[in-house]
């Protein structure tokens, strides 16, 4: 006698699983690969939540199934494991983040591996790891030592650029590289110094460094991305955070932006993240146009796509963090200029264009002379405009940018009307038929002729050209923190210099404390000897952790080669990754930095793909479903749900462990807190009924469901199955423990396929029957296609209708059971290992084959007809498709249940309607 004892089951069949390695993946040419990747978590403390396993369990269904199918399956896990908030933790308490991340890491596979998932735990990896990040290191070396080649369109190494400025100085050079990249011949280059030809080279290296403005953040001691700052505070801590100028290292990632816009065009990856993409690039195509200061030898250049309206121009506008401002701004306007960029520049960016309604700005009182027309037009600085994008100026066309007619509204400035098709409909003026009027050489054109026409002027006279722009900017690549990657930079005489790469990995030092020096300098200044043999001073700041990310999907497919970051055949077979399923929070930082370090692997020849992941699907978010309890405002006294409506009640959070079915556990809640200790309850029917609602799962609501609690009540099965349940996976859902009875009976009813009344295992051998053979084949049909094109919810459906036609026709035959618990293991695969094996297996069900649809057992051979006698339905009875209607008719009538409701009288006639009806009146 056997009972489906859930727990005893699955530990034996994860045992079985890491004792047998079972999800071992080795290069196999002799079959065709799949590798399936999740985006490794970040260990923290709390561990894993029930909104979290979601992505992992759906790409542990698809690994299953393509294993199944006779695929070489990668399924790999590893941790994010560099990153602020161990390092929090380490000022905090003194303890190092490598302890932390360790303990942490420790629960978090405890938790994967008691859901069962196939990871092949033999090639995890870990971006902490010194073996990991000294290939971390490694790829930044290669970055730093190359350049980008616009001629051939791709990243070279740097040392055939020295070449060509040894012999032939960098006239005909066509790079990516410094605005402000001086021309000189190779006589020049050759008479440079070892600094000069240094810093000369900073200018075009992939990884460079440069002074930029940042966001500084001052409590957390370090500059973070603008993925990391929301409305001028930190996303983690909610601290300040400030715009300040200060040396980075960067990465030249503007090099690759064509590139990475026509990538998206060959990945199958949802389209609003595609789109994400493509505006954080944002390609214009226009052109740039030189204002000359007044008084002054600088010149204002600003990029604009609609030259038909230069004409429009009635003042310009600057940056707050623009260089030029200092320079322009007179004595009388200093110090009101100075008070303005002080705020202005400190609100970030995303705060800045998303404020529309509060214009700001001060005029700097210098003049510049339009291009064309030689008018004086007075410069303003203004925080709409970001350094960052195009120039960090524009030219202020009032009449048609709505931010440029705000602003000459509010500060009195002059718009000019220049046609009646531009945005501003309030300055739109009767025109002929939209074209530039009063406009010089551009009279008369359409908008399209006229921008034609202007750059073609602007070149002839020297004062600007055609040009493609991008909104992306180079990527800040260093954290002034302690838990990163080191740099593997030395500096000489100011200048920085790679280590040997037999030095790797440069293992990051011990510190006394994770805080920045006194003087200011990251946590590393605080290390002993931190400085190369020779006495030179190694970079202090470390990488951010975009880092790791952006190639460790490479090093699962070989992850303990320490001669290479992945070996070329290993690549060459895994190639990149087939199916990616993560959250669309990461679509312009980690998405786009890892397209980038693949596309520039792929130029320097070490990798054969420049896409790392051909599908990406975004599993939406598990939402918490709180519950409430409802106290009598002044008292320790609370009501259930509903009778809330007879007292005066606040709504207080519960934490939802204590509540089932929404009933309340009133003993744990008493315990739960000590002012609950002697509570008081208003009951309903002997019970407390608290409220719900739908809220995002949260340690601050007291909703947080932990999966462990879950596996150990029900089972890793039933939690896999039911995640699938709840939803579309792309879909945001709530989660509702009161459902997840439901699926565990499920699996109950599919044990007891195998089992008798007493609970002994009873499968026969005999031969299954249409009806049977019908009902699995509809269900493989159905798990098949809902499989392939990622739809799991409704295959879980699907198997609830099967095993309950299987149970209502009694169904034991070991020729059905067999296929159906194959179909239904890469959702619940421990229920199907047992059985399987119960079924005289002895390798394991993974080994197992995905059985074919035949659609033979789906052809219907009779139809069932519902029979009346004068329109009232007295039967049902079955005959076949092809039976005549005189015979049908014969059947009907010879029936003793028909010839019953007849009551002995004869047939005025037979109405027979092939497969629907047959209607007797008497």
């Known amino acids: 006698m056997a009972d489906y004892n859930v727990n005893e089951i699955e530990k034996k069949w994860q045992q079985y699983w890491e004792e047998n390695s079972s999800y071992k993946a080795e290069v196999n040419p002799d079959k065709p690969k799949f590798y399936a990747l999740d985006m490794f978590p970040y260990p923290s403390g709390a561990g894993l939540h029930v909104g979290h396993p979601l992505g992992y369990i759906a790409s542990d269904i698809v690994s299953r199934y393509k294993r199944l199918q006779g695929f070489n399956v990668l399924h790999p896990m590893g941790f994010d494991a560099f990153g602020l908030p161990a390092e929090q933790y380490a000022i905090q308490t003194g303890q190092h983040p490598a302890i932390t991340t360790e303990e942490n890491i420790k629960r978090y596979k405890e938790q994967l591996k008691n859901i069962g998932f196939s990871f092949d735990w033999e090639k995890e990896v870990r971006t902490s790891d010194p073996k990991f990040y000294k290939w971390t290191q490694w790829i930044f070396m290669q970055l730093f030592d190359s350049w980008y080649n616009k001629k051939n369109d791709k990243a070279e190494p740097i040392s055939k650029l020295i070449e060509t400025f040894t012999t032939s100085g960098n006239e005909a050079v066509e790079a990516e590289c410094d605005e402000d990249t001086p021309n000189f011949s190779a006589e020049e280059w050759n008479e440079f110094s070892e600094k000069e030809q240094q810093e000369i080279l900073l200018k075009y290296r992939l990884a460079y460094l440069a002074n930029t403005t940042v966001n500084w953040c001052p409590e957390l001691g370090t500059v973070l991305s603008n993925d990391e700052v929301k409305d001028g505070f930190s996303e983690r801590g909610g601290h300040p955070v400030e715009r300040k100028n200060m040396m980075q290292w960067m990465m030249r990632i503007t090099a690759y932006a064509e590139r990475l816009l026509q990538g998206l065009e ?52 600057l940056a707050p963090e623009s260089e030029l401002v200092e320079q322009l701004t007179t004595s009388e306007q200093s110090q009101e200029v100075k008070d303005y960029v002080e705020v202005a520049k400190n609100r970030s960016e995303r705060e800045r264009m998303m404020d529309v309604k509060h214009v700001t700005g001060v005029f700097t009182g210098g003049y510049v002379e339009h291009p064309f027309s030689g008018e004086k037009l007075p410069v303003w600085v203004a925080d709409y405009v970001l350094a960052g994008y195009g120039t960090g100026a524009v030219m202020a066309v009032p009449a048609g940018d709505q931010r440029d007619y705000d602003f000459a509204k509010k500060f009195d400035l002059p718009i000019i009307k220049i046609n009646d098709d531009m945005e501003i409909e309030e300055q739109a003026d009767a025109t002929r038929d939209g074209k530039i009027i009063n406009s010089d050489f ?163 020849g070490l990798v054969t793909v420049d896409e790392p992941f051909k599908k990406l699907i975004n599993q939406g978010m598990i939402q918490g479903r709180s519950n409430f309890v409802y106290r009598v405002k002044n008292t320790n006294k609370y009501v259930s749900y509903n009778l809330i409506k007879d007292y005066e009640t606040t709504p207080l959070h519960v934490d939802v462990n204590i509540v089932y079915n929404d009933e309340l556990n009133l003993d744990k809640f008493k315990a739960w807190r000590a002012e609950n200790a002697d509570a008081e309850f208003i009951l309903e029917d002997g019970k407390y009924i608290c409220g ?110 099967c095993v309950n036609e299987l149970t209502a026709l009694k169904c034991n035959k070991a020729a059905i059971l067999s296929d159906l618990i194959i179909i239904i293991s890469p959702y619940a695969p421990h229920i199907a290992e047992e059985l399987w094996h119960k079924l005289g297996n002895v390798t394991s069900i993974t080994e197992a084959t995905f059985p074919k649809f035949d659609e033979s057992h789906l052809v219907e051979s009779e139809h069932e007809y519902p029979v009346s006698v004068n329109g009232k339905m007295r039967a049902k009875m079955s005959f076949p498709l092809d039976m005549p209607k005189e015979d049908i008719e014969k059947q009907v009538l010879a029936s003793e249940t028909i010839q019953k409701w007849m009551e002995g009288k004869d047939p005025k006639k037979v109405i027979v309607v092939p497969k629907k009806i047959v209607n007797v009146v008497v």
């Open 692 to 801: 719900h609602d739908v809220e995002k799962m949260s340690k601050r609501y007291f909703n947080v469901v932990n999966p462990d609690d879950i596996v150990n009540r029900y089972g890793a099965d039933t939690l896999r199955l039911y995640e699938m349940f709840l939803g579309p996976l792309e879909q945001f859902k709530p989660w509702n423990t009161n459902g997840i009875d439901g699926v565990f009976k499920f699996l109950r009813k599919v044990w007891n396929l195998f089992h008798d009344d007493k609970g002994n295992f009873f499968v026969s051998q005999e031969a299954p029957t249409k009806a049977e053979l019908k009902a699995l084949h509809k269900t493989i049909k159905k798990a098949t296609e809902d499989i392939e094109r990622y739809s799991f919810n409704t295959s879980v459906s699907e198997f609830m209708i």
């Open 266 to 317: 060959k990945i199958d990856w949802p389209e609003p993240l595609k789109e994400m993409q493509r505006n954080w690039i944002g390609k214009s195509v226009g052109a740039e146009v030189d204002f000359k200061v007044v008084g002054h030898d600088e010149k204002i250049s600003v990029f604009t796509t609609r030259l038909d309206t230069i004409y429009g121009v009635s003042f310009l506008v």
């Open 442 to 604: 551009l009279d008369g054109l359409t908008p399209d002729e006229a921008i034609k026409k202007g750059v073609e002027e602007l070149e002839k006279r020297n004062i600007g050209e055609a040009k493609v722009n991008y909104r992306m900017r180079d990527a800040i690549f260093t954290r002034q923190r302690y838990w990163g990657e080191p740099l593997p930079v030395y500096f000489k005489d100011d200048m920085p210099y790679l280590m040997d790469e037999q030095e790797l990995p440069l293992v990051l030092p011990e510190v006394d404390k994770y805080l920045p020096t006194e003087d200011g300098a990251p946590p590393l200044g605080r290390a002993k000897d931190w400085q190369t043999e020779q006495g030179h001073a190694i970079e202090m700041s470390t990488m951010p952790g975009w880092a790791g990310s952006s190639w460790y999907f490479f090093r699962y497919m070989d992850a303990h080669n320490e001669e290479r970051f992945v070996s070329k055949e290993a690549q060459e077979y895994w190639e990149n990754v087939d199916l990616y399923i993560g959250g669309s929070e990461h679509a312009t930082g980690h998405l786009l930095y890892s397209r980038f370090w693949v596309k520039f692997l792929f130029d320097m």
